[in-house]
């Protein structure tokens, strides 16, 4: 074998161990203070998981029915406006829901995404998973500046309403 064709060979072999060990990709949460954070509170915020392998972004998110989305839609609507009655149209709650929370909690990110499924489907209702995807609300994405970081005060609210853990999944896009 010539010295071109082994050295590519030894550059093959450690591109393909490089490639299956990027696709354990961490769904841990881990928090650690903000450098940027200029108050004298401390700020914590999301440690990035490492690129999915497949490239998409990272999401940290909760698993969710639809419906759970739209009672936590209900309770921020009558927190915001504890006068005012909520209108008889279910459409409105639906429309609203995430513009609603997103507002009580103050955060800056607050949508609705398709994750990839995995391994760590424990404690996740069946409704939330189809055809390989889990839907999601999502409170921040690995693109995102730090500054729009979600809270741990806003991130365990979610967590009580939902009663289930919040995580990191990869994204699948829908074209």
Same mark, same amino acid.
């Given at each position: 074998?010539?010295?071109?064709?082994?050295?590519?060979?030894?550059?093959?072999?450690?591109?393909?161990?490089?490639?299956?060990?990027?696709?354990?990709?961490?769904?841990?949460?881990?928090?650690?203070?903000?450098?940027?954070?200029?108050?004298?509170?401390?700020?914590?915020?999301?440690?990035?998981?490492? /690129? !999915?392998?497949? %490239?998409? $972004?990272?999401?940290?998110?909760?698993?969710?029915?639809?419906? =759970?989305?739209? #009672?936590?839609?209900?309770?921020?609507?009558?927190?915001?406006?504890?006068?005012?009655?909520?209108?008889?149209?279910?459409?409105?709650?639906?429309?609203?829901?995430?513009?609603?929370? /997103? !507002?009580?909690? %103050?955060? $800056?990110?607050?949508?609705?995404?398709?994750?990839?499924?995995? =391994?760590?489907? #424990?404690?996740?209702?069946?409704?939330?998973?189809?055809?390989?995807?889990?839907?999601?609300?999502?409170?921040?994405?690995?693109?995102?500046?730090?500054?729009?970081?979600?809270?741990?005060?806003?991130?365990?609210?979610?967590?009580?309403?939902?009663?289930?853990?919040?995580?990191?999944?990869?994204?699948?896009?829908?074209?």
């Amino acid at each position: 074998m010539t010295s071109t064709a082994s050295q590519l060979e030894r550059s093959l072999r450690k591109l393909q161990i490089s490639e299956s060990d990027s696709q354990k990709t961490s769904t841990a949460v881990q928090w650690v203070p903000s450098k940027y954070y200029s108050s004298g509170a401390s700020q914590c915020v999301l440690v990035r998981p490492p /690129r !999915a392998a497949c %490239g998409n $972004r990272q999401l940290f998110g909760f698993p969710l029915i639809k419906s =759970e989305l739209w #009672d936590m839609g209900t309770f921020a609507f009558k927190k915001i406006w504890p006068d005012r009655t909520l209108p008889d149209d279910h459409f409105f709650i639906v429309m609203n829901s995430l513009t609603l929370l /997103r !507002a009580y909690l %103050g955060l $800056r990110v607050c949508t609705m995404a398709f994750g990839k499924v995995d =391994e760590g489907l #424990d404690n996740i209702p069946s409704e939330c998973v189809s055809l390989g995807e889990v839907l999601l609300l999502i409170l921040w994405r690995d693109t995102e500046p730090e500054a729009s970081c979600p809270t741990l005060s806003q991130v365990h609210f979610v967590e009580a309403k939902l009663k289930r853990s919040p995580r990191w999944w990869v994204e699948v896009p829908h074209l």
